[in-house]
C-alpha cells in the first residue's frame, strides 16, 4: 500500500465547481475523450473533469503552488463526508492500492452535489491515473464506487499543456 502523499492531505480552500465551469474564474479551453479542461484564471493553472452517466463528477488538477495533485469526486446522492470533514479513503488504480483521507465539500461547488478530494504528491499515483481505465474507491463511511478513467492520459496531457501557457502567457 502506498500513501496519497509525504505531505499531509487537506482541504482545497479554493472554490471548486461541478459540471461545468459555473464560476467567472474558470473558462473552457478544450475536450478531449470525454474530459474537458478548464483555465482557473485565478490559479493560472488547469483542471480536468468529466461526468459519468449518473452524473457523477471526476476532477483533478494542480493546488496553487502546483506543487501537488488534487482529485477530486462528487455525487448528487448523499454522503456521510460532511464539509470539512476528513475521513480514511483507499483508493484502488490498477494494481496499486493508495491510503489517505479525503475531505468534504459542499457549498463551494454547484448545488445538489457533496463529495471530497485528496491531494497526492505522488508520481506513481499521477501515472496510475493516467495509464489505468478505471479506479475503485473505498471511503471510510459510505460504499465502495468504481469510477471510469478512459482519456485521462490526453485530458492530463492537455490539462499540462494548457497549465504552461497560462504559466508563459
Known amino acids: 500500500m502506498m500513501l496519497f502523499s509525504t505531505r ?5 480552500a479554493t472554490a471548486v ?6 464560476a467567472d474564474t ?26 459519468d452517466s449518473a452524473e ?4 483533478m488538477g494542480l493546488t496553487e503552488d ?15 463526508l460532511k464539509a470539512g470533514e476528513t475521513e480514511a479513503v483507499v483508493i484502488l488504480i490498477g494494481e ?3 491510503v489517505g483521507e479525503a475531505t468534504g465539500m459542499r457549498g463551494n461547488i454547484t448545488k445538489g452535489y457533496s463529495g471530497g478530494y485528496v491531494l497526492s504528491d505522488s508520481p506513481q499515483f499521477a501515472e496510475d491515473l493516467a495509464q489505468q481505465y478505471t479506479m475503485t474507491v473505498f471511503p471510510e463511511k459510505d460504499y465502495a464506487f468504481t469510477m471510469d478513467l478512459s482519456g485521462t492520459k ?10 504552461q501557457k497560462q504559466i508563459s502567457g
Do not use: H, P
Not at 499531509?8 to 482545497?12: H, K, P, R, Y
Not at 465547481?17 to 459555473?22: I, L, M, P
Not at 502546483?66 to 456521510?80: D, I, M
Open 26 to 51: 474558470f473558462l473552457k479551453y478544450g475536450e478531449v475523450e470525454g474530459w474537458k479542461v478548464y483555465i482557473d484564471q485565478e490559479k493560472k493553472s488547469c483542471l480536468i473533469e468529466t461526468v
Open 17 to 22: 465547481f461541478a459540471t461545468g465551469a459555473s
Open 56 to 59: 457523477n463528477v471526476v476532477q
Open 154 to 163: 490526453k485530458a492530463m496531457a492537455m490539462a499540462r499543456e494548457c497549465t
Open 8 to 12: 499531509s492531505i487537506a482541504v482545497i
Open 66 to 80: 502546483r506543487s501537488v495533485g488534487y482529485l477530486g469526486v462528487f455525487t448528487k446522492g448523499e454522503t456521510a
Open 96 to 98: 496499486n492500492m493508495y
